[in-house]
Every structure is written in C-alpha cells, then in structure tokens.
C-alpha cells in the first residue's frame, strides 16, 4: 500500500472510527505537521493515540451511567413493594366496562406506570447527581422533555422484546398489566429494558463538548482575554 | 462555603499555555509550545481530551475558525481561556505558592 494511501486510511480512521467525538480539527492538526515537514510514523502513532485516548474517553464517559442504571434498576423489587397499594391495580374491574381500545390503554397504562415511574425518578436522581459534581450550566427542559420521552419509548419496546424473550404465545399488553408480569421472578429479564430505558433518558442530558459543532470564528474576533500574560495573572 | 476548582499539572500546563499564546491558541502551535516547554514531543490527541475536559468544566471555550488547503480543508479549532479559567489559575498558582513558601528545606536544598 502506498504511503498516500495509508495516511488517508489513518485520517479516515480517525474522523469515523473514534466514538462521539468531532475530529475534524484534530485531523486538520496533524495534517498540518505532516506536511511542515513530520514523519509518516509520526502520524500514525499520533492517529493510534488519538484513537486509543478517544476509546477511553467514551468509556469513561458512557461507564457511569450505564452503571447507575444497571444499579438503579436492581432496586425496582424495592419500589414495587413500596408502591403496591398505590402504584399497582391489577385488573380493576371499573376498566373492564369501558370499551375497547381505552379499556386496553388504560390496563396498559396502569401496567407500565410502576416500571415509568420509577425509570423517570432515577433520571431525577442522576440529573441532581450530575448537577452536584459536574457542575453542568447547559442542560436544558428541552432535553430533560427528551430524556423522558426517549425513556417511555425504549422502555415500551423493549418491554414488548420481553414478551418475545419469555416465549408468549401471543403478543397481548394484558401481560404486561398482570402482577406478576414486573415480578422478582422476571426480575434478570426485566433489568434489561429498564436499564436501557433509564440510559436512553441519561444520554440526552449528559454534558456534550466536541460533539457539537460549533460556531464558525468571526474573522478578527476580538476575545477579552487577549492580552499578556502578566497582565492577567 | 466557597467552591474551589484547583487544576491538576497538566491542566495548568495547558491552560498557561493558551495564556501565552492568545487568540491563535489551536492544537499545532499549542502542541508545539508544550513540546518545546516540557522538552519532549507530546500527543495532540492527549491535548484535545485535555482540553475537552477543561470545556466541560467550563474553564475553556471554544471556537471553529479557517480551514487551509494544508490541512485538507479541515477548520482550525481555536481555544481561548474563559473567566472561570483565569480563576481558577490564579487559585491554583496562590495554593502552590503557599506551599513552596511554606518549605524552608527544600528551598535551601534547591539553592
């Protein structure tokens, strides 16, 4: 392979193969020193790094959250058996009477109500986490309204991905409204969509940086620390 | 009780550095000037998670600026030191001198 052709490959690499990250500047920068006059293994050492730095990143970046959903989900037994008497009726008779489909949303609803709820309050609970140690400045309703949103949806497919893995002979939301169906028995199956439910409301409201692209520089922009260093410090 | 934000080595590092190079702090000439100040050559990736690190903690801004033909039409990626970040530096520099001042011996084992 030529020469060309791999550092082209090199760039490519690091502009598509590095998780969430905008490497457009990054490539630029080390485009910029190949051609003033570095090496070829140069820049592949820097590309592997680059990469290597980038994996770690992401890691460290989705790690916490994913962990504190695994976590907060285990302790859905918990909020079951403080929520019986308030957030779990199992086939009330009063939505039997109503007709169909509302009588069906309804038991849906009333189904899913315990698993939503406790997936939103530990979005809540991550959020205050987050605003206490990460101190973020940028988080806004719009993406907290998504986080929730996103939640509810993952949370339903997956629930409906349950039925499939627990071999029900028909897909029937009535299952779902069945006491047992958010059982301790289910309880190895049901972490899943409720971990995935609480992850797909955490990654909307985590601090982004280099993923978002951001303003072109105005040429000759005058920044308010431009001046020597002494004189600031 | 007042919140403090100290910075670690290269942190400061990397934050004196834009400091010193102004507004045309970007990842070559920021490279090069930590290569040339901590006499050996450093990676630009390490300086990009750095640096990204420091925006999330609201220290460092940045910006997209010009794109040149040596670099493949890619645009430069300006960074510059916010409010919070001069700061920070000066709490940073205040604690370490304190504490160098507060070493007798070692000031004398150094002379």
Known sequence: MKPAMTIGLATWMLEHLTFGRDNESLSGDLLEELRAGRSAGWYFRQVSMAMGIGACEAIREYASPLVFSAGWSALYPLWRFIGRNRLVHPAPDRWVALRWPYSTMLDLA??????????????????????????????????????????????????????????????NVQYVATEGFYSLFHICAINIPMTLSLMAAILPILPRTH????????PHANYEHNTGSNSIL | MREHNYLGEFELILLLTLIRLGDEAYGVPLSRELALMRGRDVSIGSVYAALDRLELKGLVASSLGESTPERGGRAKRYFRVTEQGLRSVQETRKVLSKLWKSLPSVKEDLA
């Open chain 1, 211 to 218: 993923r978002i692209a951001r303003r072109r520089r105005p």
């Open chain 1, 110 to 171: 009333a189904g899913i109500l315990p698993a939503v709820t406790f997936v939103w309050l530990g979005l809540f609970v991550y959020l205050l986490l987050l605003l206490r140690l990460r101190r973020t400045n940028e988080l806004s309703s719009f993406r907290v309204l998504l986080g929730l949103s996103t939640s509810l949806s993952v949370l339903l497919a997956a629930t409906i991905g349950l039925f499939y893995y627990l071999k029900h002979p028909v897909i």
